[in-house]
């Protein structure tokens, strides 16, 4: 590990006056940023702690909530309002990582997490996103994980969140601030695809800070989240879905679908979601509606399977949520 200096801001001017200083990077439960610092793959000349900063979950007025970027995992997985509002964001929370990583980690350091790919973690093999224009060893290699929509012939990698997939899939904001004001960001636009350059992973520009996700009120049907990985329990997603459905008068009003563990962003399934808007809920269509998704996904030499998986896991995710919305 490189050395460097470590300072806690009191308050968002002071944190954003040390984060815009070269070489500062900002630190919240430290829980992926420290990791790749001992694997010395990032190298932070200053951590500015903003874990004091942004701790509340707010009302928004509308029926939606704000949630502060330094609430640690655990505790927006817990809040009364987030289990009864947005089932599927508690549960995504849950999935990821193990009680003792939720408890440490924020809202916002989780957004930022960066890629498991191993490639990107093993200085000797060439990766794109850690060092740019040095190839991309996943591409031709052990690429089980790694993603089968909008990759690039640069990386191939996943974005790792199990969080953001949700938030996805409700249509949440990001709030960011500079030196100069604030900005909100859908999350469907905050993390951007690879393309050419996929050390750029979000629209975050030099020194921003994150301050709050907000969520808007959730869509009148019940919500999941459904990950499917190696292990029960402290793996990261194969495949994940997070969907809303709302019937009403036998056709589906409104429907939210995200997938998890696919692409290097969290992929709203837009195609899905179009396919399925004022149909029947029925088993065929949903299993029209995944197919339709699904026909843009490309597979590489391990992780083909993933397209027939994400396809069966959206139609029995939406069947799940159809029987619950017949039973309410
Ligand atoms: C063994 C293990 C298993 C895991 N399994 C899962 C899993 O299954 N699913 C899952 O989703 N996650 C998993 N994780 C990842 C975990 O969720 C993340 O490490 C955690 O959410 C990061 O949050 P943090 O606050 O610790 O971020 P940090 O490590 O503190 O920071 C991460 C990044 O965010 C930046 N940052 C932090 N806060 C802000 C802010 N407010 N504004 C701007 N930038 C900011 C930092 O500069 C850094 O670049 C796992 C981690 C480990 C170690």
């Known amino acids: 590990m490189d050395p460097f200096t470590y300072e806690r801001a009191s308050d968002h001017q002071t944190a954003l006056t040390l984060g815009s200083r070269s070489g500062a990077k900002y630190v919240g439960g430290g829980t992926n940023l420290v990791d790749l610092m001992r694997e010395t793959i990032e190298h932070p000349t200053m951590l500015v702690d903003v874990t004091g900063l942004s701790c509340a979950i707010e009302e928004t007025g509308d029926g939606g909530l704000r949630i502060g970027a330094g609430m640690r995992n655990t505790a927006v997985a817990a809040d009364r309002r987030v289990r009864e509002r947005y089932p599927m964001l508690s549960q995504a929370i849950l999935a990821g990582a193990s009680a003792q990583i939720r408890n440490m980690a924020t809202v916002g350091g989780n957004l930022l997490q960066r890629t498991r790919c191993g490639y990107f973690y093993d200085d000797a093999a060439h990766c794109n996103k850690r060092e740019p224009g040095a190839g991309c060893d996943a591409i031709e290699g052990f690429n089980r994980m790694h993603a089968i929509f909008g990759a690039s012939n640069a990386c191939v990698a996943t974005h790792p969140s199990d969080m953001a997939v949700a938030l996805a899939a409700l249509k949440a904001v990001v709030t960011v601030e ?67 459905l709302e019937v009403r008068d036998g056709v589906v009003k409104e429907v939210q679908i995200a997938l998890g563990g696919v692409a290097h962003k969290p992929w709203r399934a837009y195609v899905a979601e179009a396919a399925l808007q004022d149909g029947p809920p029925t088993e065929a269509a949903f299993r029209a509606a995944a197919q339709a998704e699904f026909a843009a996904a490309r597979g590489l030499r391990d992780n083909a399977f993933k397209i027939e998986l994400g396809q069966r896991v959206v139609i029995d995710t939406l069947v799940k949520l159809a029987a619950l919305q017949e039973t309410r």
């Open 178 to 244: 500079n030196r100069n004001g604030a900005r909100d960001i859908p999350l469907v636009d905050f993390h951007v695809l690879p393309g050419e350059t996929p050390h750029v992973e979000t629209v975050l520009e030099a020194g921003e800070l994150i301050t709050a996700v907000t969520v808007p009120a959730g869509i009148a049907g019940p919500s999941a989240y459904r990950k499917v990985r190696d292990r029960a329990s402290y793996a990261f997603a194969l495949i994940s879905v997070a969907a809303a």
